[in-house]
């Protein structure tokens, strides 16, 4: 399996324009988070699915951050407009269930920067 | 909500143990994990303990976990330059399958 797959690797945009990160999760797993790391803030859960359904969304920012799984192959989070607070490390995550434990397989990140 | 502590930073020498430490809030965790990330890479799954455990040891790994005082080390034995790498801390609740990661520690292996 290649594991969890992220597009792109580098992202640099303008502010206001939109931004669309791409998560591939690995075959079989039924869960899905995004993650986003950065200096000051460390990393944090922004949302996740279960089964291509939002689970727990308490951590998007606001508004101008969405999230969708249209099937369990594949993810975007989209931000729009973007700005320069919004440059970060984003993660994409997998798991499946086994029993109560939970090991989640992180993609490379894709890193953004709002100029 | 929950909260996971570490200490941001930890320089050793090499061939020495390292211990990284991390505390948490949640008093229904029912895991704890370390996971390691490299630079410019993603996190990866070290080495896991279940609540009712105490300790767990993998190879150069010792994981040690005080649950009354809601304390979790990670023991390196003969830490290498490979070593080098942010750990988190990270540990699941009860309810619900997400993790609350600490906020990492920077380990620094020299020669």
């Known amino acids: 399996d290649a594991g969890v797959i992220q597009s792109p690797r580098h992202e640099v945009t303008e502010m206001g324009q939109e931004v669309t990160l791409r998560c591939k999760p690995i075959?079989?797993?039924?869960?899905l988070f995004w993650y986003r790391q950065t200096m000051m803030r460390g990393l944090e859960l922004l949302i996740y699915f279960n089964n291509n359904v939002p689970i727990d969304d308490s951590g998007m920012p606001e508004d101008r951050f969405s999230a969708k799984m249209p099937n369990a192959s594949f993810s975007t989070l989209k931000i729009q407009p973007s700005e320069p607070r919004d440059s970060a490390v984003y993660f994409c995550a997998s798991s499946w269930w086994k029993g109560n434990h939970n090991e989640q397989f992180f993609g490379p990140g894709t890193r953004l920067t709002v100029l | 909500g929950e909260d996971v502590e570490q200490s941001l930073f930890l320089s050793v020498r090499e061939g020495d143990s390292s211990v990284i430490n991390c505390t948490y809030t949640d008093s229904s965790s029912t895991y704890l994990y370390w996971y390691k990330q490299e630079p410019g890479a993603g996190l990866q799954l070290l080495t896991y303990i279940f609540s009712n455990m105490d300790m767990k040891q993998d190879q150069r790994l010792t994981v040690l976990l005080n649950k009354k005082d809601k304390h979790l080390s990670l023991r390196i034995a003969d830490t290498q330059t490979g070593d080098s790498a942010i750990y988190f801390c990270?540990?699941?609740?009860?309810?619900?399958?997400?993790?609350?990661f600490g906020t990492g520690t920077q380990l620094k292996v020299e020669l």
């Open positions: 990270a540990e699941k609740g009860g309810g619900g399958n997400k993790l609350t």
């Open positions: 075959s079989g797993h039924d869960y």
